[in-house]
């Protein structure tokens, strides 16, 4: 492929993340944030995945077999504790205005000067050969793609060189989206979206490649993995064989190595904690992030296998068999999208890797000495905002130089694998500082430093002396006799440990004597006053909220004008005032007095934090107030003080929820008395009005009797037979409301005897047998005549027979009126269905027919006959027996009346 053409491609693929960039940077301008969004997120996690992912997996898996998976079962145990432990790391982060690693670190063991330029330091060396591995990648695959696919080992062309041109390139971008604002706190909005977008890139490249290999060279995994098989050198690659590489040792170290890396690498560092918007974000990551990695390493073996098999001379570098496959099939277009992938993977990291480190770098190194400079409180804002802005901008290039250097001379020597695991041992380095920080209140300054130092040292004597030592910067000399020929210092047979390979041997001395470190010299050393502040903010971030957590420790007299004359050199004037103000007011503290209040101190200071790091922003601050030094006694006080309010604040909270809910059970239990109210006066309006009836018609009868005693005596007759049915239906009326009172109170008790169900049923059909002929309507019977006695209230479940019965025969059809009456018994209970052909009741008034004096509630409707409580009595006294009772009826299609009754024990 031209070689021309191929770099045309590059420059239109990195004006693409320019412009998307640009556009997420638009879009914020307008107040809508692309960004925050967990599925955008989740994506920038995948900046995990580099050149090492893309190229270097099937590389290593091409000498370790499934080794290579260690590095992506790491974060995926990992992911399982984003939220206990990563959360707290954000939680402490955010709360702390916190930038970096390095800020980190130093935030929590007193915000001290000295370890956050250590940890600086170390971060530089350990991911410059990182960063190295990206250019060397880049170079590799564009030697690969111009020479279509021929790429000899060792190799030397022109086109390798303009992997110089392209880091610039990088650079430029770096420096607009990445180092353009001194705010480091600041959200990188362009850059993230730009990550984000090529996440995707490189999973579509890769996996475009995969499907290729597998589905279009052969025809499937099985395929592929059977003719693997057969090749003898290719067997041992299925298998997990000590002696080939591989052992059990090798696997755990790895596993946990790259555990550590997804937290501890300077760019996820970056992008999980530093540009996270949404700490509810790491939910979705937690699966989402696995996921993607699932993905871009589904088709590694058969790229690999598919590699060996069809260069089997070796001619061709297995870390480029992605790439080299399709464009040996002249497969062009698809071997120029995944150089694209490629070149996707290994910018990423480059872009959020290059701004992790140039914030530690100008923050902990570069700030520092300006700072300390006689002519500092004179500069002006804008000078100092434009030299801070240009300190960060000249350590992108020297981090990109270094890396540039590194892979022109150590990195040609070494695997793109090799080179990434020198990377993430490094950065393992601070596990014991930043672990045992969280959790562990007795973690010291002095045993930090200790730590990172003693097993940074190790570190570099294992892993990096033996990597110059083979790109013979330095004598072998070292390798076979050890230093000062002392043979129990050999660099991979350290103190006489044999049968490790490098990264295993490396991880396990450099940890064992850093964490020993660590552990021993906090225990036998004294912790500052801001040591143990910090140290309680760190260990129980989760009980501080509120102003508990920024409860200041600071004693002092500081003036409010020189606070904010500090803060406007960096943050300028207006946005000082607003801060500063809104601070003010939202927790009630005066502004008219010239001494400031030590909350608005330790504001100020968290202000500074974000800017130019915890441990320069608490020197600023002590350079324009005059602190007076607390004893540990006093901090002590202030720390139970401050543990007192927590827990008051606790408390205050819990009687504050069991008042609202003291007031919820208030409120709904006025609603259940206004509605007992309502029904009482419904019920009331319904008995008087059903009472008044009769007693109009009573009445009028005994006044017609009264006033004419000539009446003849058949009318006399007629009369008083009615005044006899009124008083009955009144009667009855009375009857009806005492019994349902008795119901309801519990006063009525059941008189239980064993009842033949079957024959009361006759019973109360025979009753009504004159008022069925009378209105011709059919009755059918369909009861077994074998159920068993059943334990009931006899005279009670009559009453409800004999309600159901009435009111089917009042709403049966009045021409073709049929009714069927069912019973059933089974093993539990025994059912009795009523059923009609009448008009049918709606389903939404299924629940209301059982309401006493159902018409009360419903004025629109006709009113039926009757009292409106039989339904309301018969689900009385069903409730009794423990029974149930229900309605299932459309209009215009019937009813059918249901009513069980278990059995009674």
Known sequence: ???????????????????????????????????????????????????????????????????????????????????????????????????????FISARYGKNFTIAIVVTVFSVLGITPYIALQLKAIGKSMEVIAFNGGHVNNVNTSIFDSTFFIAGIISVFIIL???????????????????????????????????????????????????????????????????????????????????????????????????????????????????????????????????????????????????????????????????????????????????????????????????????????????????????????????????????????????????????????????????????????????????????????????????????????????????????????????????????????????????????????????????????????????????????????????????KGLLATFLGEERTQKLISSYAHRHKIPLDDKHADPRIVAFSERLLSGVIGSASARIMVSSVSKEEELKIDELLNILRESQQIIELNKELRKKSLELTRATDELRRANAILKNLDLQKDEFLYTVTHELRTPLTSIRAMAEIVHDNPDIDIEQRQHFLTGLIKETERLSHLISQVLNLERYESGKQQLNLSYVNLYTLLITVAESFEMLLNEKSIKLELDAQGNVAPWRCDEDLIHQVLVNLLSNAIKFADAENGRIALALEQKQEEVRVVVEDNGKGIAPALHQLIFDKFFQAHNQTLKKPEGSGLGLAISKKIVEMHNGKIWVESEVDKGCRFIFTLPIIE
């Open 1 to 103: 492929m031209n070689e021309v053409f191929v770099v045309f491609c590059v420059f239109l693929y990195l004006a693409i993340l320019f412009g998307i960039a640009y556009y997420a940077e638009f879009k914020l301008k307008r107040g809508k944030s692309i960004i925050n969004n967990p599925y955008v997120y989740a994506l920038s996690l995948a900046v995990y995945c580099t050149a090492w992912t893309y190229y270097g997996s099937v590389g290593r898996a091409a000498t370790h077999g499934i080794e290579f998976l260690t590095t992506y079962i790491g974060p995926t145990i990992m992911c399982a504790l984003f939220l206990p432990m990563v959360g707290k790391i954000l939680r402490i982060c955010k709360a702390q205005q916190l930038t970096s690693l390095a800020d």
């Open 177 to 563: 989206f990445g180092a353009r604002s001194v705010d480091a706190s600041e959200k990188h909005e362009g850059l993230v979206a730009a990550i984000a977008f090529e996440s995707i890139v490189k999973l579509v490249a890769f996996v475009a490649a995969g499907i290729f290999v597998t589905y279009g060279l052969f025809d499937g995994f099985s395929d592929i993995f059977l003719r693997a098989s057969r090749v003898e050198e290719l067997r041992h690659l299925f298998q997990f064989e000590l002696g080939t590489g591989t052992s059990y040792t090798s696997w755990m170290a790895l596993t946990f190595l790259a555990m550590l890396a997804i937290v501890f690498l300077p760019r996820q560092f970056q992008v999980t904690v530093v540009e996270n918007i949404n700490e509810n974000h790491l939910r979705k990551a937690a699966w989402l992030f696995p996921l993607y990695l699932f993905t871009i390493n589904i088709f590694v073996l058969p790229i690999m296998f598919a590699g060996k098999l069809i260069f089997d001379n070796g001619a061709v570098d297995a870390d480029t068999f992605v790439l080299a496959i399709p464009l040996y099939f002249n497969e062009h277009l698809l071997g120029l999208l995944i150089f694209i992938g490629g070149f996707s993977a290994a910018t990423s990291m480059i872009i959020v890797e290059t701004i992790a480190l140039s914030t530690m770098i100008s923050n902990h190194i570069a700030l520092p000495v300006l700072l300390s400079a006689k002519n500092f409180k004179t500069a002006g804002e804008d000078k100092l905002i434009r030299t801070i802005r240009t300190i960060r901008q000249a350590s992108i290039l020297v981090i990109l130089m270094l890396a540039f250097y590194y892979s022109k001379t150590v990195a040609q020597q070494a695997t793109l694998v090799s080179i990434g695991l020198i990377s993430f041992a490094a950065v393992a380095q601070f596990a014991p500082s930043v672990f045992g920080g969280i959790y562990w209140r007795e973690g010291s300054q002095k045993g930090a430093m200790a730590g990172i130092c003693m097993g940074a040292v190790i570190w570099f004597y294992t892993l990096v002396i033996p990597s110059m030592t083979s790109a013979g910067m330095i004598s072998s000399k070292i390798m076979n006799e050890g230093l000062f020929h002392i043979t129990m210092l050999k660099p991979y047979e350290l103190f006489g440990l044999t049968g490790l390979d490098s990264i295993t041997h490396s991880l396990f001395w450099s940890l064992l004597f850093n964490t020993a470190a660590y552990a021993v010299v906090s225990l036998y050393t004294k912790q500052s006053v801001q040591e143990v502040y910090q140290s309680e903010l760190f260990v129980n971030i989760y009980k501080l909220d509120g102003p508990d957590l920024h409860r200041p420790v600071w004693r002092g007299i500081a003036y409010l004008p020189d606070l």
